[in-house]
């Protein structure tokens, strides 16, 4: 017997009302904070994620499913949104339009990971990137809008951590203070830590092993770094988001896994004690479109895990709305009035009525459980006597009350 690969799931019918719930919430936040939507390819040339997530991270370096198609092309599924929505910004002039400009999409995203509650290879996120503004007031709605989304879900106990990472410019000092920090503390490291001291530093903040953990916590700060222009940046986006009341917490070792970031950084997590899973994330990246060749353009932009979501909402016992069924069940006896079952389900479709049906004999007993689990709000009952006299037999499931009508009077009477 086949199994859906490690690491993947098949979403079936009884989960599909969490991921409409949530459809349904992104489309409306995305039209309230005027984000349109994008759709790219689910792989890219390898080398779009090289260049940008950087060849130190754990997505490049263990997670990427690349291949060399019949054609020798190297590609890679996508391991994150953010690039390819770049590209397309890039490869379509979207850079002549007026600033920002503002994206969204929903995809599924690849990654190499080992799987466990919250973690596969392959996971679907909501992200939204806004393209071509510096100004700490965008920061501002991008995190207002990641806030007002878990709000819209109806989640609760979340906490926002914030952080700024700094810029090109002054981040080359503070990575040479955390690597003389760490120097003196190897022996305390971690094997992964260690290794990863030289070539990627700021990885060592969100280390999860507890020896670690302390260690980052006495790590020095990016934030006492700042160049004037970061700094003032991070005050101002401070200010907007106490004027929004976003109840933030500014956590110094906040690093994401992607190396784009720049300035901003922002994560919304469970408040939940042990629960280090962060429901979305994101941040500034005002390098990564000159990186693939643009002009220097600011950028930011947000994503989160739907899996995780769904997680959290099952958590919480959030109701979620069932999606709707078919109102109307069609049961029959005996094989003459089959004939008029089939016809009568196609014309009520037909005229825009939902319709479930028995399909082959069962007993009318049968029928009827089957029509009350579908949760059918009518069942049209046909027997012989009704074949004989163009009658129907409708039954109101919720009240088990039942009258005879003519057929052509049914479609009205359902209406
Ligand atoms: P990232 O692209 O790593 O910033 O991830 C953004 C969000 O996607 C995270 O906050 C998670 O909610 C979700 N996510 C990331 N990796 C996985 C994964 N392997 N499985 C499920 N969800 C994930």
Redesign the pocket.
Known sequence: MYRAPR?TSDILPQEQAYWRYIDKKIVDLCQLYGYERIDAPAFEDTGLFLRTVGEETD?VEKQMYTFKDRGGNKLTLRP??TAPVCRAYLEHGLHNLPQPVKLYYIAS?F?Y?RPQA????Q?Y?F?YEAIGDDDPALDAEVIDMAWQFFLSLNLHHLSLQLNSTGCKKCRPRYLTELKDYYSDHTQELCSDCRARLKRNPLRLLDCKKPSCQQLANSAPKSIDYLCPQCDEHFNRLKRYLSLLDLPFAVNPRLV???DYYTRTVF??QPEAEGAQ??????GRYDDLIEELGGKPTPALGF???I???ILNLKQQGVPIPPLPQPQVFIAYIGDQARDGAVKLASALRRAGIGVSEAISGKSLKAQLRQANSLGARYTVIIGEQEVTNNTVILRDMTTAQQKTIPLPQLERELQ
Do not use: M
């Open positions: 690491g997505i994150e949104g995203i990654r990971e919250g973690r596969y290879r996971h996120q992200g994401r896994g992607l994560e919304v899973s962060a429901l979305g994330g994101g994503a989160a895990g899996e995780r979501i």
